[in-house]
């Protein structure tokens, strides 16, 4: 029997609720901090019915991730003249989670699929630098990348695909931008842009992760600097 309209409705805007409280939660409090069950009394649920709309803890915090990109993308749109990006709390505006199949109460395994977007606005330099002053501001969510991100290169964990393809599609992205540059006349011309993407998002997780430990760092400035060196 088909599920009704208004049953399938109620849970997708409750697991949208779900990920945009617990972006919230986790941007404030950490990846250590931001258990299931202080996630779940914030959306009114047992730990039990919270992970009911995602099937597992480990798949719910994959999702968050997800909503943490499609955050992202709108903050480095923002940056290259488009929509405004997201206030400091991480929080998405409520349209669309990134990611999962969308229907309350079923969970599943990750799909696979990248970051909500692969593309990059045609500043790319802008628009890195603004995602690294929106890092500085939810350490939360910095941690809960580098932790996770480490625990998942095994193959079997179940964030695995997920960073393997965000990683695959931030650097095409990242490549086709930078060719944008160059035939713009703004990067050099004979770097190669494929090379190029791999290491300026090495260079951005590493940031990233001595920023927690110094946050006296800054990101963005760092990177800039990473530009000038590039004669840009």
């Known amino acids: 029997m088909a599920r009704p309209r208004g049953s399938y409705a109620k849970g997708i805007a409750k697991r949208e609720e779900i990920l945009d409280t617990a972006l919230e939660i986790v941007a404030r409090v950490g990846y250590s901090r931001a258990t299931v069950r202080e996630l779940a009394r914030a959306v009114g649920l ?30 480095a749109t923002g940056a290259g003249g488009g929509a405004d990006g997201d206030g400091e709390d991480g929080r998405a505006d409520g349209s669309g989670a990134g990611g999962g199949n969308g229907e309350g109460g079923e969970g599943g395994e990750d799909d696979g699929s990248g970051p909500e977007g692969a593309g990059f606005p045609p500043d790319l330099v802008g628009a890195l630098a603004a995602l690294q002053r929106h890092n500085a501001e939810v350490p939360g969510l910095v941690q809960l990348f580098s932790r996770l991100s480490a625990e998942a290169v095994e193959p079997g964990h179940p964030a695995h695909a997920y960073f393997r393809d965000r990683y695959r599609d931030v650097r095409a992205g990242g490549a086709e931008a930078i060719r944008a540059s160059q035939s713009a006349g703004e990067l050099p011309a004979g770097i190669d842009a494929d090379r190029l993407a791999v290491l300026v998002f090495a260079l951005i997780d590493g940031l990233q992760m001595q920023w927690q430990y110094d946050p006296e760092i800054d990101m963005a400035e760092q990177l800039s600097y990473f530009w000038r060196l590039l004669g840009r």
């Open 46 to 75: 047992s730990q039990t019915g919270l992970l009911h709309y995602f099937g597992s803890k480990e798949q719910l915090f994959v999702e968050i991730l997800r909503r943490r990109d499609l955050v992202d993308l709108r903050t």
